[in-house]
């Protein structure tokens, strides 16, 4: 059973059109959840760090919230230059604590 | 501009060949790790590098030896490769070399690594 499930797998929005990315997890004693943003070709670039649920954090038009089993990335009115894989990594106990990547949502912003 | 450095950005070679992948970074860092990914999948963590010393290697096959000269520097090099070793490797730090902290990794841009 997989860990860390990231959905949609992709996901296709018009340019304004705001939508939510999900992020669950199994692990138990969770140490953090953080959102990365990935270019093609290029390394995961870090967006936000949660530790525990009822957590917020906001950047932009990204607003990340956690609950017990569960992470949320909204993005409001978004942009093409918005358009990019969103990862979430979970770190906890249950891995070592070490980083356990999701598989990620492809972003696409259409102008 | 990322913070941590990988050089080269790509590499193409035999499977005979030996060559190898630097990463720096000069945040004052004190773990750095290697990553491989392939494409449309999420980063599976190599090794681990805790105050210079290897402190995870995830059954890493031998033909890949982690080498970490300084705390700013980290290096992976490659030997006798398979064509399935075809990948993006992502080096990372984090400030804290302490196993149980909870602080971001900060990665590179990678090696975009060929076997032929």
């Known amino acids: 059973e997989d860990q860390v499930t990231q959905s949609p797998e992709a996901l296709r929005l018009q340019e304004g059109e705001s939508s939510s990315l999900n992020c669950s997890y199994t692990v138990s004693g969770l140490r953090g959840l953080f959102w990365y943003r990935q270019d093609p070709g290029k390394g995961p670039e870090f967006l936000f760090t949660?530790?525990?649920a009822g957590e917020e954090k906001e950047k932009e038009r990204l607003k990340a919230t956690l609950t017990k089993k569960e992470s949320f990335l909204h993005i409001t009115a978004p942009k093409p230059e918005d358009s990019a894989t969103y990862l979430c990594?979970?770190?906890?106990?249950?891995?070592?604590?070490?980083?356990?990547f999701g598989t990620g949502t492809s972003l696409t912003v259409i102008p | 501009d990322t913070e941590v450095t990988q050089t080269p950005k790509h590499l193409v070679m035999g499977m005979t060949n030996k060559k190898s992948l630097k990463c720096e970074q000069h945040m004052g860092h004190r773990a750095m790790y290697w990553y491989k990914q392939k494409a449309k999948k999420p980063p599976e963590l190599m090794f681990v590098y805790s105050y210079e010393k290897l402190s995870i290697n995830e059954s890493v096959p031998s033909r890949f030896s982690p080498e970490c000269p300084n705390s700013s520097l980290l290096n992976l090099h490659l030997h006798a490769l398979q064509p399935e070793d075809s990948a993006l490797y992502l080096c990372a730090s984090s400030p804290s070399g302490s196993h149980y902290s909870n602080q971001p990794q900060h990665f590179g841009d990678g090696t975009r690594l060929s076997i032929l």
């Open positions: 949660l530790y525990s």
């Open positions: 990594a979970v770190q906890a106990s249950d891995t070592g604590n070490q980083f356990y």
